[in-house]
Nanobody, 119 residues
């Protein structure tokens, strides 16, 4: 089991920046992947960014070039630096991690943090 706690959300004007943090309850070095999803009102949850234990990173097209995901294994924390924020980035952002054993994948989620971007 892994508990994830997000922080860093808030209200920001368009063009501004925020940094989200996701602290895990135990070492993240053995986790296969960590990342962020978001869900806006009336929309499906979508992947924003993910980073694997090997350092591979992928971003949603809508945030490529504006958001940066990173992980600090020493602090058991994953970050999402969000720059040049747009109103359409407004959503609840959820941290997740994936742990794999043999053929099974286990996913764990944080409680979510609200990001609101005003125009």
């Amino acid at each position: 089991q892994v508990q994830l706690v997000e922080s860093g959300g808030g209200l920001v004007q368009a063009g501004g920046s925020l940094r989200l943090s996701c602290a895990a309850s135990r070492s993240i070095s053995g986790l296969n992947a960590m990342g962020w999803y978001r869900q806006a009102p009336g929309k499906q949850r979508e992947l924003v960014a993910a980073i694997t234990s090997g350092g591979s990173i992928n971003y949603a097209d809508s945030v490529e070039g504006r958001f940066t995901i990173s992980r600090d294994n020493a602090k058991n924390t994953v970050y999402l630096q969000m720059n040049s924020l747009k109103p359409e980035d407004t959503a609840v952002y959820y941290c997740y991690c994936r742990e794999s054993y043999s053929t099974e994948n286990f996913f764990y989620w944080g409680q979510g943090t609200q990001v609101t971007v005003s125009s």
